[in-house]
């Protein structure tokens, strides 16, 4: 008999079955997620372009963090307005690149849902030809909240209906969670389309791959060095094996090869940025990744408790980030809160 092959899953259809077969989401955030996607196409060809694009370099500008912003940066953030302001799926939309929210224009009609982002991270790698990529994050709009401003963002992370982020590396992929497991997609780059292919990604609760940035090791607190100088230690410190260390500093980057073969990914507090109380965003960097790795089996802290049970205070603030492999994290953790209860 003649067997058909297989048809490969598109992110439309995996969608639509999502919203047809399992009740997961509706016809709203099946548009934003696609909306979303394709405008990190468009930012993967931007990025892909490189010098021939006349992409690279500084915009010129500062973001409301102070930071110098990349050509990149200001482009991606367009991109992502533009895409989304008109669909009728959202009531407003917050970024890293702008100091308050972004509000639906009058002439469009508004939706049930806010998105959050951080349109170009891993920004020192643009000019450097290294993977970067795009973070977001969806909240549903309070109740009531005809004009949502920056008070609307401020839900704990366990509140996210749907988070994501897009790497753009040798392929282009997209890696989602809706609440249910983590799914990763390809970009076809011919087709043009997002394909399945790889579902249900799981972290490794056991790990010797970490990634942080040690030339900070002097500025860190005790807790943090004791648990990196016991790694490096290898196998004759009190580990008994040999840790490896890979830093790219683009977090979607460490993140997603800690989803493809484990390890954990730390910034921690440090004496130079103790002011700002870390260097990571907790709305558009640690709740999509917190809510993404542990909803492939790993865990996310800001050292001392759950990230996404942290109850945001501002649009644009940071945290320490602590996540993926589950036994590693809970051990870095457990080291903070003695020295906390000390
Ligand atoms: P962004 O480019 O969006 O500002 O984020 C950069 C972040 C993160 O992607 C990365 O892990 C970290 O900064 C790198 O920090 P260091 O340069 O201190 O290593
Ligand atoms: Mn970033
Ligand atoms: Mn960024």
Redesign the pocket.
Known sequence: MHSRTVAPISLSRFLIEEQREKHHINADLRLLIEVVARACKAISIAVGKGALGGVLGSAGTENVQGEVQKKL?VLSNEILLEANEWGGHLAALAS?EMDAPHPIPHRYPKGEYLLVF????G?SNIDVNVSVGTIFSVLRCPAGVREPDAGAFLQPGSQQVAAGYAVYGPSTMLVLTLGDGVQAFTLDRELGSFVLTARDLRIPEDTREFAINLSNLRHWQAPMRRYIEELLAGKSGPRGVDFNLRWVASMVADVHRILCRGGIFIYPLDAKIKDRGGKLRLLYEANPMAFIVEQAGGMATDGLGRILDLVPQSLHQRVPVFLGSKNEIARVTQYHREAAAA
């Open positions: 940066d890293e951080d349109p170009l991270d920004s």
